[in-house]
């Protein structure tokens, strides 16, 4: 799922890593070799 907009919450569904988006750039956030997860 690509990045859309600033305050956006991402989690890792093998590790848990969580990440937040402060600077929209575009793409896709990956961990693990997995896309990332839009939290609601």
Same mark, same amino acid.
């Given at each position: 799922?690509? *990045? +859309?907009?600033?305050? +956006?919450?991402?989690? !890792?569904?093998? !590790?848990?890593? +969580? *990440?937040? =988006?402060? *600077? *929209?750039?575009?793409?896709?956030? =990956? !961990? !693990?070799?997995?896309?990332?997860?839009?939290?609601?």
């Amino acid at each position: 799922m690509a *990045v +859309e907009k600033e305050g +956006e919450k991402y989690k !890792c569904g093998i !590790c848990g890593n +969580e *990440v937040t =988006v402060t *600077v *929209v750039g575009g793409g896709t956030l =990956v !961990c !693990c070799g997995k896309p990332m997860t839009l939290q609601g």
